[in-house]
């Protein structure tokens, strides 16, 4: 299958500092990308989607200046978590997918968000 | 808006098998999936349903009715390392995926 990778695993923060989070996909061109945010034992929930080369549609409640996505090649999707707070501290994940009707989204590893 | 129900948790024993349910109700339908989770992994890929009925595939089975909004997930001969939980997850109107809260599988030996 294709390869998703995503950009640190895991990263500690202090309160008040951004954080940056990378997704690349790297055996095909991602037209979508989809990012996701998951609390401890909950579902993940769909933060954003983001098309190449267009701004990011956010989800409701999602603060669109405070998670930050750009997504200026077909390989690459970044999220920047801006002046983070210990609540923003979760897992995110990404997935991209090569075409609307793909019929799987490829995941990338995730990066466990700790601020302190 | 979108709805989807699974079980918070069920328990099987090694070398049975399991039938995972999941109910939807969505404002649009363009396919269903099932991910597998281990804990602080991302999910991976199982299976993908957008018309009515049985996809098979190896241990794992995935089946659909869309006019019920219902799906399940059967896994056969169930070994330890199917210990994880299971997302349902449905495309509607939009790209993105909604999930259910997924349901945490704990085998027994």
């Known amino acids: 299958g294709a390869v998703v990778s995503q950009h640190p695993s895991r990263v500690i923060c202090k309160s008040g500092t951004s954080v940056k989070i990378e997704c690349r996909s790297l055996?095909?061109?991602?037209?979508?990308m989809f990012w996701y945010r998951q609390f401890p034992k909950k579902s993940l929930m769909l933060m954003a989607t983001?098309?190449?080369?267009?701004?990011?549609?956010?989800e409701q409640g999602v603060e669109k200046d405070k998670f930050l996505i750009n997504h200026a090649s077909l390989t690459l999707s970044t999220l920047t978590v801006t002046s983070a707070h210990p609540e923003d501290s979760s897992f995110y994940i990404c997935?991209?997918?090569?075409?609307?009707?793909?019929?799987?989204?490829?995941f990338g590893q995730g990066t466990r968000l700790t601020v302190v | 808006g979108q709805n989807i129900d699974q079980p918070t948790e069920m328990t099987a024993t090694e070398g049975a098998i399991v039938q995972i349910n999941c109910t939807y109700q969505t404002s649009g339908f363009n396919g269903l999936f099932w991910y597998q989770q281990h804990a602080g992994e991302a999910p991976t890929f199982l299976s993908y349903?957008?018309?009515?009925g049985l996809e098979e595939k190896g241990r794992f089975s995935s089946f659909l009715s869309r006019s019920k909004g219902y799906s399940y997930l059967l896994l056969k001969e169930l070994q330890m390392k199917d210990s994880a939980s299971y997302l349902c997850?449905?495309?509607?109107?939009?790209?993105?995926?909604?999930f259910g809260k997924g349901t945490h599988l704990i085998i027994q030996p």
């Open positions: 997935s991209a997918s090569s075409s609307r009707d793909s019929t799987e989204a490829f």
């Open positions: 055996d095909f061109q991602a037209t979508t």
């Open positions: 349903n957008v018309l009515d």
């Open positions: 997850a449905v495309r509607g109107g939009a790209d993105g995926l909604t």
């Open positions: 983001s098309n190449e080369g267009s701004k990011a549609t956010y």
